[in-house]
């Protein structure tokens, strides 16, 4: 059993033997069976991370589709609301800084929040 178990673990089945597909199909009954509350698979939302600030703010980095897609009027709070979903902790957004690359182009957004 040892040696049946270690060449289990380790795959060392040739393709087309029938040992081959049946680890083959725990592999793909395992990935579509499983739930995935097992691996605390949450939806995100995307497009925003957070980053260090030295002068003791709070900073999120935004992509350029998410900040566009909102209207500039509503812009810090509609971001102060999707930052505070993501962190799970209450954020007002103080400012909205656009950020450029070395040729001009505009590669996303620093949102600053007070603590």
């Not at 097992?38 to 260090?52: A, H, L, M």
């Amino acid at each position: 059993m040892p040696k049946a178990l270690r060449r289990l673990i380790l795959w060392d089945y040739e393709r087309g033997v029938w040992q081959y597909d049946v680890i083959c199909c725990a592999i793909l009954i395992f990935i579509f069976v499983s739930p995935s509350a097992w691996f605390n698979d949450q939806p995100r939302i995307p497009n925003v991370s957070q980053v260090n600030s030295p002068a003791g703010e709070s900073a999120f980095w935004i992509d350029t589709e998410l900040v566009t897609s909102i209207p500039e009027d509503q812009r810090l709070a509609e971001i102060s609301r999707i930052v505070t979903a993501r962190t799970h902790k209450p954020h007002v957004m103080s400012r909205l800084e656009p950020v450029y690359d070395a040729e001009r182009e505009l590669k996303g957004y620093m949102a600053f929040s007070k603590p």
